[in-house]
């Protein structure tokens, strides 16, 4: 830190400009009973700039999710600050320009596929423009399920509308908290490759949290290894596999050699529950 660092920055100023999210000396702490409270996240700095594609691993519940909440405006930091191209998250989420897959938002059960995609319009009191419902609904592969309702469709299905849905009003920064994690593998990596293949259409910054390695490694641009509760970073290891990548890639010893090493500093961060 420089030595007339302010004590407290506002968030325009603590960002620069080439980042498009960016979190700085976050920690967070939950209110327990009795007057207790649990420390989630303690001094995270975390820099994704624009249209690159970070995945964030950790152990289970070193406050993943916490932090993407920040990021959509869902959440506030106690101490620290989150800011979205410069902006306060929540000012970003008013206008729309966050798209957010959580795997909370379920979709709704009794809609077409075709009014779960075009929720957000509704949401934010636009015209639900249907020719760029259509283009979603066909960029996520469900041509021909337009007036299917959710539960008529396959787990990776009902994936795909949540994506294409976080998508439809052109979001600046895309968050996805474990949006395959309830998929069977062979799903998830197709899943996966459809993510890539979409991702390099679009090019929207984005952040993936998963708990799946070879998932992180072969989308992302740089992996964050967050340690165990309260969560911070603990390496930042960078991608160097070309792109358009090819699920061959997740073949090569090179690819092996990166999860090995992503997933001994996990191990050593989980601790027994
Ligand atoms: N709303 C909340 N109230 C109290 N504790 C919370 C709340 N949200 C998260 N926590 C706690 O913060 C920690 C981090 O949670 P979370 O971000 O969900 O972890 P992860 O997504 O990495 O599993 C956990 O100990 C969790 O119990
Ligand atoms: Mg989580």
Redesign the pocket.
């Known amino acids: 830190m420089s030595r007339n660092a302010p004590t407290t920055v506002p968030d325009e100023l603590a960002v620069s400009r080439t980042s498009a999210v960016s979190l700085t000396g976050v920690s967070k702490s939950?209110p327990l009973s009795r007057g207790r409270e649990?420390t989630?996240l303690s001094e995270l700095d975390l820099s994704v700039g624009e249209g690159e594609f970070v995945a964030v691993v950790?152990p289970?519940?070193?406050?993943?999710?916490?932090v993407l909440r920040m990021v959509a405006g869902l959440d506030e930091p106690t101490t620290g600050s989150v800011a979205v191209e410069g902006r306060r998250p929540r000012e970003l989420a008013k206008s729309h320009r966050l798209g957010v897959a959580f795997q909370e938002h379920a979709l709704l059960p009794w809609s077409s596929v075709r009014n779960n995609v075009a929720l957000p319009y509704r949401l934010a009191g636009r015209p639900v423009d249907s020719a760029r419902v259509d283009e979603l609904v066909e960029l996520v592969g469900l041509k021909g399920f337009e007036n299917a309702r959710p539960r008529q469709l396959s787990g990776g299905m009902r994936q795909r509308v949540a994506i294409a849905r976080a998508l439809v009003l052109g979001p600046d920064v895309l968050l996805l908290d474990e949006p395959f994690g309830a998929l069977d593998a062979v799903t998830r990596r197709r899943m996966n490759r459809e993510l890539a293949r979409i991702w390099a259409e679009q090019r929207i910054t984005t952040i993936l949290?998963t708990h799946d390695v070879d998932e992180a490694l072969f989308l992302a641009d740089r992996v964050v290894v967050m340690t165990g509760?309260p969560?911070r970073v603990r390496h930042v290891h960078d991608v160097t596999f070309a792109r358009p990548r090819e699920a061959e890639i997740t073949r090569t010893p090179e690819f092996h050699d990166a999860v090995d090493l992503l997933t001994g500093l996990l191990d050593a961060e989980s601790v027994p529950a």
């Open positions: 939950f649990v989630a950790g289970s519940g070193c406050g993943k999710s916490t949290v509760r969560g």
